[in-house]
């Protein structure tokens, strides 16, 4: 379930009106939760590359990526594609590579692990006892977006290799309204809900706090987003 606008846009409400510190009117609402929403998941691809970067080795990296990936998956307008093909072997696609290859290999699917440059492969194939035990598949980048496959016997440049993509954005928030008695009221026909899987909520209100926090230059306000921000951070952690 994406998380509900509506209930985000009260909650902050009410956060910002504490004590009549200040409002925010469903324009700005809209803009901050739109930044919100981007900062999120921007933040679910950096994450991607830094679990995965200090992990260069492994096939699966456990519940750390598959988290990350769980979210990603679970936003509205986004898709994960682990069977994108990579043309001639060589070029990446458009699409967000996150950073996986996989080879059909003798009947199989098969993970390709990174390496730094071409010099590692000369030098396994350059030695008789390592290249009889030479059974992996490896890849390294040559260039933007161009990578080369290599086995034992050569490197492969067929249209078997495929990555791993993120496709699409998420879609735009919008907290839609009618008037009432010169009051913004709710018109869930106009809105369109977060992008961002449920769970995210008590992050997007703290973002958004804070923008209103600056928005409104109320330093209380600002505090009040950063500190549900360190608590919603602490109890991910636990």
């Excluded at 409002?23 to 930044?35: D, H, K, R, S, W």
């Excluded at 977060?194 to 804070?210: C, G, R, T």
């Amino acid at each position: 379930m994406p998380v509900n606008v509506d209930t985000v846009y009260q909650t902050v409400q009410a956060l910002a009106n504490k004590e009549q510190r200040g409002y925010l009117t469903p324009q700005e609402f809209n803009l901050f939760a739109i930044q919100a929403q981007k900062d999120i998941f921007e933040q679910y691809l950096y994450d991607l590359d830094a679990v995965r970067a200090e992990n260069p080795q492994k096939r699966e990296l456990g519940d750390s990526v598959q988290h990350i990936l769980f979210k990603i998956q679970n936003t509205t307008g986004v898709t994960v594609d682990q069977n994108t093909i990579v043309p001639n072997g060589t070029d990446i696609p458009t699409d967000r590579f996150t950073g996986k290859i996989f080879v059909k290999f003798q009947g199989k699917t098969r993970t390709v692990r990174k390496i730094e440059n071409i010099d590692q492969i000369h030098d396994i194939r350059g030695s008789r006892w390592h290249r009889a035990g030479f059974d992996e598949i490896v890849y390294f980048e040559d260039g933007f977006g161009k990578i080369q496959v290599w086995t034992g016997v050569g490197q492969l440049g067929s249209n078997s290799v495929t990555c791993e993509t993120i496709v699409g954005f998420p879609s735009i928030v919008n907290w839609g309204y009618v008037i009432v008695n010169e009051n913004p009221v709710y018109d869930p026909s106009t809105s369109t809900n977060f992008a961002l899987h449920e769970s995210e909520q008590p992050d997007l209100v703290s973002k958004i706090l804070k923008l209103t926090g600056i928005s409104i230059e109320d330093q209380e306000v600002y505090q009040a987003g950063a500190t549900e921000e360190a608590l919603n951070t602490q109890q991910q952690n636990k």
